[in-house]
């Protein structure tokens, strides 16, 4: 019956090893199918037992189909395809008789590692399928090897020179292949699946829920110097609609605005931030955006949405200045910054009014509003008291705990009910600087809410009302106001800080090649090549000049290795059991049994053996195989001989 045991036991190995990654993908009868199709065939071949016959593997193959149907609700895609190619691959192996089906299993392998990438393209998925495409190249060795003349070690070993060998040729196709636009790695998304991020809606809890997570958010590299903290807000979604508990966004007037121009101050910032994918349209920009990225529009709210979900990683370059002089408002928008939810907050509307009687100008307003956060002994937290009923009063007038989405949401009452217009920005504020690559890390516990007024005078003005419960939040991070277990491994190691920076650096470290990885490997897009061209002398090649670049070096690097191969076949001696054996006189030598010009293999063992007595025997059964290899044709030994040679000890 093909295979022997041993053969099938590597494909079995293979398969398992490409089969593993997808486990938590799957539905759970795929792999339970998968590792009963495999155990089956393991009993067949082991007790000389018959295949199946055609009606039970016609059963098998009615029961995946049904199976997938049922699941997946469809055969094609990314994830039923995947699945069907998995149980599939089990009744192959299950029906398997002869190498053509072996060699089937092998190269379906080869594609079913490939599908891994599309769940994960991290740097350990892409060495473990490494590790994988080494062991399934032995495979096909060992389907090949029909003496078994190949240890597993060699199989191993050759595996790995085959691969090292189409290197260069992967690495020139990776360069020079011409790029269309998108990332060459970039794979579709399931628009289902659950992306942690920012909302299109904010309640009391959801943003507090958020910043318990490390997930990063997006890196930001400058050109010139990192912004301090305090001007590291990020603008994503804004608020402008309530009805009492949650804020969301405007409705039809939100999307016919056109977008809003405003007087840049100060210096810009010039930055390429790479956003991980949210599922969600919204670009995030350092406050206030004035370049684009493309495929991108800009709302009259300063919100940059894209014209389609985030799904995948992407970089875009922009500019910002962190100071500025919006003053433009339609009527509507200005109506719409002033609406409350009827029958609402009532005791915050008449807390408003009185200052708006007390006070003649919005600015005074605004710092007496500030000013009861601190007076008030308000507490900024991750875990606030819950609010049942009228949730903006309870929050001022009875728990006083909240976190940033509870100080933005009742400044912005205060004030529309003062008379002074208010939206709420959300987005994140702060981020990591990551010293070992010079680029900012934003993080999911980073999001942030704040507020933005409308002053006849000055225009849109952010004020974050955080900052007057906990300044440390906007001058140092919210490490520092509300620190983690995930934020600092020191509560651990109070007492070592060697231990502390030595964790920290790793984790700059992994962190620092991760982006390298995410940047010049799944972003190795138009542009980047574009770039990559020019550091090479090659700006502004069309796609015609990329593939005549690509042929020339193909055809140099096999022009090279053919000429090192010819060379070598010259100058190297085709007998490699001569240079096992001048290998082991090498290693007699070191030790002063050097072999006489005039001594034959025997004649020199006799002599080691009368030296040295206690190698006699090891000396002797090497001697043996030389001979047999070289002098009776019988190349069957070499392995063994080879492995002897390696492990010889005098």
């Known amino acids: 019956m093909y295979p022997r045991l041993p053969l099938l036991l590597w494909l079995m190995t293979t398969l398992i090893l490409v089969v593993s990654p997808h486990l938590f993908h799957l539905a759970w009868w795929v792999p339970l199918t998968f590792a009963i199709l495999l155990i089956w065939r393991y009993f067949l ?46 009744l192959k192996m299950l029906e398997m008789n002869q190498q053509r089906d072996a060699l089937l299993l092998c190269f379906l392998s ?71 636009s998108g990332s060459f790695w970039a794979v579709p998304k399931d628009t289902q699946r659950a992306i942690t991020g920012l909302s299109d809606q904010m309640s009391f809890g959801n943003l507090s829920e958020l910043s318990l997570s490390d997930e990063i958010a997006f890196r930001v590299t400058f050109a010139d110097t990192i912004p301090p903290s305090n001007q590291r807000y990020w603008r994503g979604p804004v608020f402008w609609w309530s009805n009492g508990r949650e804020w969301k966004m405007t409705t039809r007037q939100y999307f016919i605005e056109p977008q809003r121009a405003f007087q840049p101050l100060g210096e810009p910032y010039d930055y390429t931030l790479t956003l991980e994918p949210h599922n969600q349209t919204w670009l995030f920009a350092l406050d206030l955006p004035q370049r684009l990225p493309s495929q991108s529009k800009m709302t009259a709210d300063y919100q940059i949405l894209a014209f389609l979900p985030i799904q995948q990683r992407i970089r875009y370059d922009l500019r910002s200045y962190p100071e500025y ?105 702060g981020g990591t600087v990551n010293p070992l690559g010079n680029y900012l890390i934003v993080r999911q516990r980073d999001a942030h809410a704040w ?22 939040r906007i001058e140092m991070g919210i490490d520092t106001a509300l620190p983690t277990d995930f934020s600092s491994l020191g509560l651990a190691f109070q007492n070592d800080s060697l231990v502390v920076q030595l964790w920290q650096q790793l984790g700059n470290g992994w962190d620092a090649l991760n982006n390298s990885w995410n940047q010049w490997i799944l972003g190795y897009d138009k542009q980047r090549q574009q770039q990559l061209l020019s550091r090479l002398g090659l ?100 392995p063994q001989f080879r492995q002897k040679v390696r492990w010889f000890r005098t």
């Not at 060998?165 to 992967?170: G, I, K, S, T």
């Not at 006799?606 to 009776?632: C, D, M, N």
Request: proline fraction near 5%.
């Open 45 to 90: 071949t082991r007790y000389q037992k018959r295949l199946p016959g055609n009606w039970i593997q016609l059963t098998i193959v009615i029961f995946i189909l049904a199976g997938i149907l049922l699941s997946y609700r469809t055969i094609f895609g990314k994830e039923a395809g995947v699945a069907l190619l998995i149980a599939l691959s089990g």
């Open 110 to 180: 080869y594609f079913l590692i490939v599908t891994n990438f599309l769940h994960s393209q991290t740097i350990p998925t892409a060495l473990y399928m490494g590790i994988v495409t080494l062991v399934t190249t032995a495979t096909l060795i060992s389907l090949n090897d029909h003496n078994d003349s190949l240890f597993i070690r060699q199989r191993l070993r050759l595996s790995f020179k085959l691969l090292m060998q189409a290197l260069p040729l992967m690495m020139v196709m990776f360069l020079f292949f011409p790029r269309i």
């Open 325 to 429: 002089h919006a003053n433009v408002i339609s009527m509507s928008l200005y109506d719409l910054a002033l609406r409350l939810p009827q029958r609402k907050h009532l005791r915050a509307r008449a807390m408003a009014e009185q200052w708006r009687r007390e006070f003649s100008t919005p600015e005074q307003i605004i710092q007496r509003a500030l000013q009861y956060f601190k007076q008030e002994s308000f507490i900024y937290t991750y875990t606030p008291a819950s609010l049942e009923k009228d949730t903006i009063d309870e929050f001022l007038f009875e728990t006083h705990q909240g976190f940033c989405e509870h100080y933005s949401a009742a400044f912005t009452v205060l004030m529309r009910a003062a008379g002074i217009p208010t939206r709420i920005v959300t987005g994140y504020l």
């Open 451 to 472: 507020t933005e007024v409308w002053l006849a005078d000055r225009g849109w003005v952010r004020i974050d009302p955080t900052a007057a419960v906990a300044p440390e």
């Open 539 to 638: 700006p502004n090649l069309d796609w015609q000049g990329l593939v005549m670049i690509l042929f020339m070096t193909v055809a140099v690097l096999f022009l090279t290795i053919s000429t090192w191969m010819w060379l070598r076949s010259r100058f190297v001696t085709q007998d490699p059991a001569q240079d096992i054996y001048h290998r082991f006189c090498q290693k007699l030598a070191r030790h002063g049994l050097s072999r006489h010009p005039y001594e034959g293999p025997l004649t020199f063992a006799h002599r080691v053996s009368a030296i040295r007595p206690e190698l006699a025997t090891s000396v002797q059964e090497i001697v043996e195989l030389y001979i047999k290899i070289r002098y009776r044709s019988q190349p069957v030994y070499l």
